[in-house]
């Protein structure tokens, strides 16, 4: 095969079949066919460089047709590539206006912005001291926050105020414990897009409110909502990341910590990064 027929295949043109009684050869179609077949043939001619180097460019000056050719392909907007499988989802944030913090309460206690209100028992806003300096962001509410009314309860909540107190912490007055959404998700699924963005203005109204020193995302669901990422926990865990400004650090949830006992190890470094990154912004 020519030089000049392998780079025709290679821009799909094919062979040149033409019909016997010669009436296609005049068709405007075929007409632009050959004037492209014609300029990679010259191309190739006028070269020693491979075909898809150095024919592609001399072609488009050479050939008006072929320019015209290229360029309307080129103005065609392209199909965008589908998103990675764990990819977070693009969401429409809800904007609320600035309420003050008993306000703000009152607006969660009633919210009726997506599907949970219908299945929740109870909103969940958060637990712990409201001008905390840590302020620690969770997932969802599980059943039991659901009947309680109240973040990171049961057993993991208790592995999670003993690792707050192993590191010197008080769990009610140097903590402010909140999450990503405030209502359960229904058999604790994952939660929602539009679920996360009908609660994503109360969390920033807490942030606001609290102004913590630092922030601790518990778990890969949290981590990669506020993060905006598909990266997973462990590619996460170990860095200090920023949200809203606020120095960010990621660990595992209390509740994958109870059925991974060994990752207990890693829960307690990534509370001694926490700790000191905390140290180093409050001085």
Known sequence: MSRASQLQQEMGLGPAWLPRDGWFEHHPAQIQRQEMRAAVTDAVDE??????????????????????????????????????????????RIELPRLEWPQLQREVADCQ?????????????????????????????????????????????????????????????????????????????NPAPDEIAACNGYLLQQIHHIQPTLIVALG???????????????????????????????SYHPAYLLRNQPDKAKAWQDLLLARKVFRQAAN
């Open 113 to 189: 912005r997506c599907r949970l209100c219908k299945t929740r028992t109870q909103t969940v806003f958060g637990r712990g001291n409201p001008q905390a300096r840590w302020m620690l962001i969770g997932e969802a509410p599980g059943e039991n926050e659901d009947k309680q009314g109240l973040p990171f309860v049961g057993r993991a909540g208790q592995l999670l105020d003993n690792m707050l107190a192993a590191a010197g912490l008080d769990q009610d007055q140097d903590v402010y414990i909140a999450n990503v959404l405030k209502c359960r998700p229904p058999g604790n699924r």
């Open 220 to 250: 890969r669901f949290a981590a990669q909502t506020l993060l905006e990422t598909a990266d997973s926990i462990g590619r996460l865990r170990g860095k200090v990341h920023r949200y809203q400004g606020v120095p960010l650090v990621v």
């Open 47 to 92: 070269t020693d460089a491979p075909p898809l180097a150095a024919a592609a460019i001399p072609a488009v000056s050479d050939s008006p047709s072929l320019a015209a050719a290229i360029t309307n392909q080129a103005a065609e907007p392209a199909e965008p590539p589908p998103p990675p499988p764990d990819a977070p989802i693009a969401e429409t």
